[in-house]
């Protein structure tokens, strides 16, 4: 069979591209021939048997809105000579024009924009955010619309596609995964990072350039939780929680650790992941922290929190909920033999969920769009 992707980027580094990587080295394994109709694509992946490279590139734009549609116009130019040669065309999103076999969703711009926790901000980049956000949720209807199979990967996300009118019945779920092996529990020298040792740790992952990942809430949550300490991964630059942590007078047990990536060993020196974003579709890193063997705090607002239940960490009603984010921190926080039995179930969850499963339910679902099923 013969099966064409489009994707911005495919490398392990990238969230939708971690997901893509992993599709198409499993389809190619399965003996279909793979064509990434890609801007960039990982050395590794080219080099896999069956796997072929169309590339389009969209230039040094100054705007992820326009790049992102000269992508989408340039893949679609491709598409158009090509469409063919293809048995199955997986796309995610809106990220070219025409219609699909098979559209993998990681974000509803619709669902961000009714959410009730919505703030693109003021001024300029305020108004840019509106404008992004109004296009792509437009350019998305159309897209799933033309879809043949919409996949979901999340209850959160399927259903606010659903919303959009879209038949439930061409929407399924597939959830993303985790590498196991590399996401394991462990013992780490937490002095290798720069942390303290002998206190509790709880670990916060995400862009902290915007208040949507919501650490201004388990900054707020900290204030009343004088035992916790609590590492930051994330780029700082023109971030507004290091001044708010100073302001909060919680500064000296918050460690700002920068853009990592060295995620698993950081993940063993934890004891607690939090993640409380106010929107967010699937965040690989609540599986990554799960497999790490972490219990979790996140918030119904999160996807993937459906995976979470009271043995593996605490799911808060309302992100903005700081009450609950404190009681939930001290509850863990109790006794280390808490946090071990919650973090043994936590990995257990994650175990359902590789990389590999995720892999052979996307050849499934192909060899079935291919018969028609």
Not at 146 to 157: M, T
Not at 277 to 295: D, H, I, K
Not at 330 to 359: C, D, F, P, Y
């Amino acid at each position: 069979m013969r099966i064409a992707i489009v994707t911005h980027c495919l490398r392990h580094n990238d969230g939708q591209g971690r997901v893509n990587y992993e599709i198409a080295k499993a389809a190619a394994a399965a003996g279909h021939a793979v064509t990434l109709v890609a801007a960039d694509v990982a050395p590794d992946l080219l080099a896999t048997p069956g796997v072929h490279w169309a590339p389009i590139s969209y230039g040094p734009l100054p705007s992820a809105l326009l790049r992102y549609q000269v992508f989408a116009v340039r893949s679609w130019l491709w598409l158009r000579k090509h469409r063919h040669e293809i048995d199955v065309l997986h796309v995610n999103g809106a990220i070219t024009w025409g219609q699909s076999d098979v559209d993998s969703v990681h974000f509803v711009h619709s669902g961000w924009r009714k959410s009730p926790y919505y703030s693109p901000g003021s001024g300029v980049r305020g108004l840019y955010h509106r404008i992004y956000t109004r296009i792509n949720a437009y350019l998305e209807k159309i897209s799933f619309e033309r879809s043949a199979r919409i996949i979901a990967v999340s209850q959160k996300v399927a259903y606010e596609v659903a919303q959009l009118g879209i038949s439930k019945s061409k929407i399924s779920v597939i959830h993303n995964g985790v590498d196991i092996d590399e996401f394991s529990p462990g013992d780490a020298n937490r002095g290798a990072f720069g942390l303290p040792s002998g206190v509790t740790l709880a670990m916060f992952a995400g862009d902290i350039s915007n208040f949507r990942k919501n650490l201004d809430s388990v900054l707020e949550a900290l204030v009343r939780a004088p035992h916790i300490h609590l590492a930051v991964a994330g780029s700082t630059a023109k971030s507004p929680f290091p001044a708010m942590a100073e302001l909060l007078g919680v500064s000296s047990r918050v460690h700002f650790l920068g853009r990592r990536r060295d995620l698993p060993a950081l993940m063993k020196a934890a004891d607690i992941f939090i993640f409380p974003s106010r929107y967010e579709p699937f965040g690989l890193v609540l599986l990554e922290a799960m497999s790490s063997g972490l219990p979790v705090i996140t918030a119904k607002s999160a996807g993937g929190a459906e995976l979470i239940d009271e043995t593996a960490g605490v799911v808060i009603e309302n992100p903005n909920d700081v009450d609950a984010i404190v009681a939930a921190l001290v509850s863990i926080s109790a006794t280390k033999k808490i946090q071990r039995e919650m973090g043994a179930n936590a990995r257990r969850i994650a175990l359902e969920h590789t990389w590999s499963k995720l892999g052979l339910q996307y050849v499934e679902l192909y060899e079935g769009a291919r018969r028609g099923i």
